[in-house]
């Protein structure tokens, strides 16, 4: 009797590690970051994250490198959105780029992102900002980089409500993981002539499973876009 309610302890015990951990892991996901604002009206072309073509007046940023590669991920926040508070207002913005000299919580904002939530004449202003739900419809995308075959492939993630933290394939009855790069896209090698199943997980840690039309045989010469089939939920 007394080892059943030890081992009932051991389980409620369990239980609420994980029920704290879930919490703190959705805490610091929703955790509102301070630091500065300056404007630039560079990133809507060649931006780090790769997400060309942006169109013009989209409200959009550069983000400084720590921030930029949250919880130690290369580019998690590339194609983030971002609620951004400022002495006039707040606004949304989307994450193309990085902010090399950016100190941690900095950003580099668009012109009219700005203007939007200060005066542009400061050309430096404090913010308060933190990662949103992203204003997107329909299901994800993916580009196929230039290069990409079944030997080697770097594939990227595109309209997706929610950072992008982990992408993994499926194959010969296994999960295999893939490495997110500065360039926002994620490689392996090896991926096989099918179609390819794969697992992808946002920075809350929900999982989606999709399926990418099987990669070129020897290699593509430019870059391609492919239509996905499931989107991250709310």
């Given at each position: 009797m007394k080892m059943k309610k030890k081992?009932?302890?051991v389980f409620i015990t369990m239980f609420f590690m994980m029920v704290s951990l879930s919490a703190h892991v959705s805490a610091a996901y929703n955790d509102v970051r301070t630091g500065y604002a300056t404007y630039t009206s560079s990133g809507y072309s060649?931006?780090?994250?790769?997400?060309?073509?942006?169109?013009?007046?989209?409200?959009?940023?550069a983000l400084n490198t720590a921030d930029y590669n949250y919880g130690g991920v290369k580019a998690a926040l590339a194609g983030a959105y971002l609620e951004v508070q400022g002495p006039k207002g707040k606004t949304t913005?989307?994450?193309?780029?990085?902010?090399?000299?950016?100190?941690?919580?900095?950003?580099?904002?668009?012109?009219?992102?700005?203007?939007?939530?200060?005066?542009m004449s400061k050309g430096k202003i404090n913010v308060k900002w933190?990662?949103?739900?992203?204003?997107?419809?329909?299901?994800?995308s993916y580009r196929i980089k230039e290069g990409s075959s079944q030997w080697w492939a770097a594939i990227q993630v595109r309209n997706h409500k929610y950072p992008v933290m982990k992408m993994e394939y499926y194959k010969s009855g296994k999960w295999i993981g893939m490495e997110k790069m500065d360039y926002n896209h994620f490689v392996s090698t090896n991926l096989g002539t099918n179609s390819l199943k794969v697992r992808i997980t946002d920075i809350r840690g929900k999982t989606v499973e999709d399926t990418i039309p099987k990669l070129p045989a020897d290699g593509s010469s430019d870059a391609y876009i492919v239509p996905g089939h499931i989107q991250f939920p709310d």
């Open positions: 081992i009932g302890l060649g931006g780090a994250a790769m997400l060309d073509p942006i169109p013009s007046d989209m409200k959009i940023t913005v989307y994450v193309t780029d990085k902010y090399p000299e950016g100190a941690s919580g900095a950003l580099d904002l668009s012109p009219n992102a700005f203007k939007t939530i200060g005066d933190r990662v949103v739900k992203g204003p997107v419809t329909g299901h994800f």
